[in-house]
Protein backbone atom coordinates (compact mmCIF):
# COMPACT_ATOMS: atom_id res chain seq x y z
CA UNK A 1 0.00 0.00 0.00
CA UNK A 2 1.47 3.62 -0.94
CA UNK A 3 2.12 6.15 1.77
CA UNK A 4 -0.27 8.53 0.75
CA UNK A 5 -3.15 6.00 0.40
CA UNK A 6 -1.64 4.32 3.97
CA UNK A 7 -2.49 8.14 5.16
CA UNK A 8 -5.54 8.80 3.77
CA UNK A 9 -7.06 5.63 4.70
CA UNK A 10 -6.12 5.57 8.49
CA UNK A 11 -6.86 9.12 8.80
CA UNK A 12 -10.19 8.99 7.32
CA UNK A 13 -11.16 6.43 9.04
CA UNK A 14 -9.41 7.39 12.73
CA UNK A 15 -9.16 11.71 12.44
CA UNK A 16 -11.68 12.89 9.46
CA UNK A 17 -14.78 11.39 11.97
CA UNK A 18 -13.73 13.71 15.02
CA UNK A 19 -13.88 16.68 12.19
CA UNK A 20 -17.15 15.79 11.41
CA UNK A 21 -18.37 15.55 14.82
CA UNK A 22 -16.80 18.81 15.68
CA UNK A 23 -19.13 20.34 12.82
CA UNK A 24 -22.65 18.52 12.96
CA UNK A 25 -22.87 17.93 17.07
CA UNK A 26 -21.59 21.05 18.42
CA UNK A 27 -21.52 20.83 22.63
CA UNK A 28 -21.62 17.20 22.40
CA UNK A 29 -19.56 16.47 20.05
CA UNK A 30 -16.89 14.73 21.51
CA UNK A 31 -19.31 11.56 22.54
CA UNK A 32 -20.80 11.45 18.75
CA UNK A 33 -17.31 11.30 17.48
CA UNK A 34 -16.84 7.93 20.03
CA UNK A 35 -19.63 6.83 18.85
CA UNK A 36 -18.72 7.69 15.16
CA UNK A 37 -15.07 5.84 15.89
CA UNK A 38 -17.01 3.00 17.18
CA UNK A 39 -18.62 2.68 13.70
CA UNK A 40 -15.73 1.09 12.59
CA UNK A 41 -16.62 -1.78 14.29
CA UNK A 42 -18.56 -3.01 10.77
CA UNK A 43 -14.53 -3.96 9.84
CA UNK A 44 -15.57 -7.20 12.08
CA UNK A 45 -17.13 -8.39 9.11
CA UNK A 46 -13.40 -9.10 7.62
CA UNK A 47 -13.50 -11.53 10.16
CA UNK A 48 -15.57 -13.80 7.91
CA UNK A 49 -13.78 -13.33 4.81
CA UNK A 50 -10.81 -15.79 3.83
CA UNK A 51 -8.26 -14.22 3.75
CA UNK A 52 -8.98 -11.86 6.60
CA UNK A 53 -6.95 -8.58 5.55
CA UNK A 54 -6.38 -8.32 1.49
CA UNK A 55 -4.98 -5.60 0.82
CA UNK A 56 -5.60 -5.69 -2.77
CA UNK A 57 -9.41 -6.57 -2.26
CA UNK A 58 -11.90 -3.88 -2.10
CA UNK A 59 -13.80 -4.24 0.83
CA UNK A 60 -17.39 -2.99 -1.00
CA UNK A 61 -19.67 -5.36 -1.99
CA UNK A 62 -17.98 -8.24 -0.88
CA UNK A 63 -18.08 -8.18 2.97
CA UNK A 64 -21.52 -8.30 4.36
CA UNK A 65 -21.51 -5.28 6.76
CA UNK A 66 -19.58 -3.69 3.56
CA UNK A 67 -22.87 -4.13 1.31
CA UNK A 68 -25.74 -1.82 -0.29
CA UNK A 69 -28.00 -3.49 1.92
CA UNK A 70 -25.69 -2.60 5.45
CA UNK A 71 -25.55 0.78 3.75
CA UNK A 72 -29.21 1.17 3.16
CA UNK A 73 -29.71 0.16 7.01
CA UNK A 74 -26.71 2.94 8.39
CA UNK A 75 -28.88 5.52 5.97
CA UNK A 76 -32.32 4.55 7.75
CA UNK A 77 -30.26 4.89 11.24
CA UNK A 78 -30.15 8.52 10.10
CA UNK A 79 -33.51 8.53 10.16
CA UNK A 80 -33.82 7.63 13.67
CA UNK A 81 -33.89 10.54 16.10
CA UNK A 82 -31.30 9.37 18.63
CA UNK A 83 -27.90 11.35 18.65
CA UNK A 84 -25.91 7.89 18.91
CA UNK A 85 -28.32 6.04 16.26
CA UNK A 86 -27.45 9.18 13.56
CA UNK A 87 -23.82 9.06 14.67
CA UNK A 88 -23.64 5.90 13.97
CA UNK A 89 -25.31 5.87 10.35
CA UNK A 90 -23.17 9.18 9.72
CA UNK A 91 -20.21 6.79 10.58
CA UNK A 92 -20.63 3.55 9.23
CA UNK A 93 -21.45 5.57 5.88
CA UNK A 94 -18.51 7.39 6.34
CA UNK A 95 -16.05 4.77 6.61
CA UNK A 96 -17.98 2.71 3.65
CA UNK A 97 -16.59 6.25 1.66
CA UNK A 98 -13.43 5.80 3.13
CA UNK A 99 -13.07 2.19 1.98
CA UNK A 100 -14.53 3.19 -1.67
CA UNK A 101 -11.74 5.57 -2.12
CA UNK A 102 -9.85 3.02 -1.29
CA UNK A 103 -10.79 0.94 -4.34
CA UNK A 104 -10.86 3.67 -6.62
CA UNK A 105 -7.52 4.21 -5.90
CA UNK A 106 -6.53 0.91 -6.43
CA UNK A 107 -8.18 0.61 -10.00
CA UNK A 108 -10.52 -1.93 -9.29
ZN1 LIG B 1 -13.99 -1.22 6.16
Redesign the pocket.
Known amino acids: MAAVQFILHYGGHWLVPLVIARVVANKEWLRFAIVMLAANL ?2 LDHLLAEPMFDPDRC ?1 IGFHPL ?1 GWVAALAYLAALAVPRWWARGFGLGALW ?1 LAV ?1 YGDCLMQGA
Do not use: L, P, T
Request: charged share 35%.
Open positions: IDSHHD
